[in-house]
């Protein structure tokens, strides 16, 4: 019920391109999902979240999809940057109860 | 700059031996949470204050325990260290108690020999 599973473990992508980071989670109780970004030698920081009501978010480059039926969720990052290379994280849950996943790391070609 | 503090930022000492870490919230923060990093293990929740009482707990081994004060700044201890044990530890904080850590400090990085 806790396990929560990302996908794919890395990706590449060059600048300019799209990168799309998905999460699958069991637990139905969930009703928060964000996503975090974390780079090298920093904490992760909380990047952009949803919940459940709508089915996509969009603050700037960064969007979230939401699949309810199909409890998942999924991060877009629009005209990748470099700056962009990071691990994100995605983190659902409810209350104060949040399972994060394996993370992504993602590397963006200049 | 996230406004949560973590000292010291690097460990190292040796199995058997007890260590303390600490982190200083984001100002105006109330709820502090504990995470372990490791390779293998990810991001693994230890452990929840919220203004001094413990909120919940998660994967934390009963050789570490943990503590919020008064001004709110947290501890977490320690002790027996085993090799497996190496890993970043990360404080967050948040406003109330109820919901997701939204802010991490940079982190401790634990070194057993």
């Known amino acids: 019920q806790q396990q929560v599973k990302q996908s794919p473990q890395s990706l590449i992508v060059q600048k300019g391109g799209i990168s799309i980071i998905n999460c699958a989670y069991e637990?139905?109780?969930?009703?928060?999902f964000p996503w975090y970004q974390q780079f090298p030698g920093k904490g992760p920081a909380l990047l952009i979240a949803i919940r459940p009501d709508v089915s996509e978010k969009k603050e700037g480059r960064f969007t979230i999809s939401f699949n309810k039926s199909a409890k998942q969720f999924s991060l877009h990052i629009m005209d990748s940057q470099p700056g962009d290379s990071a691990t994100y994280f995605c983190a659902p849950g409810y209350g104060q109860n949040f399972v994060f996943g394996p993370g992504t790391r993602l590397s963006v070609l200049p | 700059d996230s406004g949560v503090t973590q000292t010291p930022k690097h460990l190292i000492t040796a199995t058997g031996q007890r260590v303390t870490l600490r982190c200083s919230p984001r100002?105006?923060?109330?709820?502090v949470y504990w995470y372990q990093q490791s390779l293998d293990q990810g991001l693994q929740f230890l452990i929840q204050?919220?203004?001094?009482?413990?909120?919940a707990k998660g994967n934390i081994l009963e050789r570490f325990s943990a503590q919020q004060f008064p001004d709110l700044h947290s501890e977490l201890n320690l002790s027996s260290l085993e090799l497996g044990d190496s890993a970043l530890y990360f404080c967050a904080s948040s406003v109330t108690g109820s919901n997701q850590p939204q802010h991490f400090g940079d982190g401790t990085r634990l070194s057993i020999l």
């Open positions: 637990n139905t109780a969930f009703d928060y």
């Open positions: 204050y919220y203004n001094g009482e413990e909120r």
């Open positions: 100002s105006g923060d109330l709820s």
